[in-house]
């Protein structure tokens, strides 16, 4: 039992540890004021109000909860060790390792320090330079990140898409939501770059092709991003579908532009005028938020308008079909050879790779 007892301690400690970096009784006192507002009688007479602090509380469950479950499991096997039966010795050791391995992979959420890792993600993919071979890879990533989001069991959500005048999609935007979706998404941002037998050649020739992945934080709290009306110009047209086809007869789709950073967003998916508006400003003020990051400002009308584009030079992660198969990201050195499983969502060690990377530097 001494064995067991010395790795209870380490384990206490450890756990204690991490319960400060997580901000665990903060985030707790938090949670405990969400519920009383929630066990209020009026709580839902504001219906908007009352599903964005629901939300919020679920996120925070989802974030503490596993925490807390593990500490009750240590404290049970604490209690039963204290007992001092040997004969429970082994049971008691299998359930630790058992604790010790969650606990290994909860340490994965203290990475996510960011100022919006905890927030639900949207993914803007455009295709890049390589023409129809270009547009179908845009849409073989569309269908890679819906499959990680599917396989990590979180909610995704198709926002809009352009299809392509032969095959593939132009451009198309997802909503994924789940525990720390932007916090384990957001090193996917950048250019991507595809190697292949092009299926859109006669000679069926090695083709190169590249496409843009946007990840963005979903802010939905307009407060969280603050923009200041005049500097946005609202304009509105007709929307149109595939074929040039009237999608409506009124003018519902919305364009909206970010003065200042020249940041275009165009919506026109919803019938309505005020939905595609509302849509719009949402993915505007994500991809603000993301762009201050990146530049490191504090005031929204500073920030310039972001100069990356999908083409030779710019990727952060090459996917080699031929002449053999590899998928290696440029800035972990992190490679996969099992080119077909990475394309079916087998996204993790990457996310992985340069979660660690952040945690050095």
């Known amino acids: 039992m001494d064995k067991l007892q010395q790795r209870l301690k380490t384990l ?40 964005a602090l629901t939300k919020q ?89 819906t499959r990680w989001a599917e396989r990590s069991q979180m909610k995704v959500e198709l926002i809009e898409q352009s299809s392509g005048e032969e095959a593939g999609i132009k451009s198309a ?6 525990p720390y979706a932007y916090g384990k998404l957001r090193g996917e941002h950048g250019v991507h770059r595809l190697v292949r037998l092009s299926p859109f050649n006669a000679d069926n020739l090695r083709q190169t092709s590249f496409a843009l992945v946007e990840v963005l934080p979903h802010i ?12 946005l110009r609202i304009d509105v047209f007709r929307a149109g579908g595939h074929g040039g086809q ?13 003065i200042p950073s020249g940041i275009t ?14 849509t719009a400003m949402k993915l505007l003020r994500s991809k603000l938020a ?8 504090d005031k929204i009308a500073e920030l310039k308008g972001p100069t990356k584009s999908a083409e030779w030079g710019a990727q952060i992660r090459n996917y080699v079909l031929h002449p053999y198969t590899m998928v290696k990201d440029t800035r ?11 394309l079916d969502g087998k996204l993790d060690d990457f996310i992985s790779s340069y979660l660690e990377q952040q945690g050095q530097e």
């Open 246 to 258: 009237s999608v409506n007869t009124t003018d519902s789709a919305v364009r909206v532009t970010h």
């Open 290 to 297: 993301q762009l201050a990051q990146e530049q490191h400002q």
């Open 57 to 145: 509380e679920a996120k925070l469950e989802a974030l503490l909860g596993p925490w807390v479950r593990l500490q009750h499991n240590v404290d049970d096997v604490r209690e039963l060790a204290a007992a001092g039966d040997e004969s429970l010795a082994d049971e008691l050791s299998a359930q630790l390792e058992s604790i010790e391995t969650e606990f290994a992979a909860l340490k994965r959420d203290l990475l996510f320090s960011g100022k919006y890792d905890d927030h639900d993600a949207i993914v803007r993919l455009s295709a890049g330079v390589g023409g129809t071979d270009a547009q179908d890879w845009a849409s073989m990533l569309l269908r890679m990140y």
């Open 173 to 178: 935007t997802l909503s994924i939501s789940g």
């Open 265 to 278: 967003v165009s919506i026109q998916n919803e019938r309505s005028q005020l939905q595609n508006k509302e």
């Open 12 to 51: 206490s400690e450890q756990l204690v540890q991490a319960w400060r970096t997580l901000h665990g009784d903060e985030l707790g006192r938090e949670q405990e004021t969400l519920q009383e507002q929630m066990g209020q009688p009026d709580f839902w007479q504001d219906t908007q109000r009352a599903q």
């Open 220 to 231: 939905d709290a307009p407060d969280e991003v603050a923009i200041d009306d005049k500097d």
């Open 332 to 342: 972990t050195k992190h490679e996969e050879h099992d080119a077909q499983g990475v």
